[in-house]
């Protein structure tokens, strides 16, 4: 029974494509979370969503659209992808806004890009 | 730029042994919390702190918090080879919704 799911686990594409990934969460939270950790295992926040709607964009590329049809799913769209994209994606969702909640992650995506 | 900081970045151990990690972080927080991150997975939280807390434990886990140093330690007491992970601190600032990640610490534990 997996909390927090993650589709695909591996991904690998060429430049300039289009790609998607997909988080589902089976714990009944309000709020999801994207993260991006990078090759020194530097784990950054790139969007939150409370209840399908955006709470979080940290300053990243438009190219990057999250989507969330309801408040268990939070999608990854990605287009005219780059070199620099190539990294670990992790989804993660919390009970509510609050930090004093604890986050449960995916096993994460990871994403190369040729 | 980022929050959480630990030092050190890689440590490595002999099994039983205790192993001491180190989180600073820049701003005032509401709260820090520890996570571990085996090879290949995701992150799984282990303890919370509270800003006016200054010592938690959780099995063999102690955390301190010194807001003055701004910086908290996880204690890994009679350490086992299933401990090797990868440890990271989070805290929240600004608001309590986004959570700041450092690169965490590399553990190893020796059979």
């Known amino acids: 029974d997996t909390a927090v799911s993650q589709t695909p686990k591996y991904l690998v594409t060429q430049m300039g494509n289009d790609k998607s990934i997909k988080c589902e969460q089976n714990?009944?939270?309000?709020?999801m979370y994207w993260y991006k950790q990078d090759s020194k295992k530097f784990l950054k926040i790139m969007f939150s969503?409370?209840?399908?709607?955006?709470?979080i964009n940290e300053t990243v590329p438009n190219r990057f659209s999250p989507k969330s049809p309801d408040k268990a799913h939070l999608n990854l769209h990605i287009n005219s992808l780059e070199l620099g994209d190539s990294a670990v994606y992790f989804c993660a969702s919390s009970q509510d806004l609050t930090g004093s909640g604890e986050q449960f992650f995916g096993p994460g995506t990871r994403l190369t890009v040729l | 730029s980022q929050q959480g900081e630990e030092d050190p970045q890689a440590l490595s151990i002999q099994e039983g042994e205790n192993a001491t990690m180190n989180c600073s972080y820049k701003t005032s927080i509401n709260n820090l919390q520890w996570y571990r991150q085996n090879s290949g997975r995701g992150l799984v939280h282990l303890i919370l702190?509270?800003?006016?807390?200054r010592e938690k434990h959780s099995g063999r886990l102690r955390v301190t918090l010194d807001t003055s140093k701004k910086s908290s330690s996880l204690l890994i007491t009679a350490s086992r080879a299933a401990d090797t992970a990868s440890y990271f601190c989070a805290t929240d600032r600004d608001n309590f919704n986004k959570f700041y990640f450092g690169s965490g610490t590399k553990l190893n534990v020796k059979p």
């Open positions: 969503y409370n209840n399908k709607e955006l709470i």
């Open positions: 702190i509270r800003s006016n807390e």
């Open positions: 714990l009944g939270h309000d709020t």
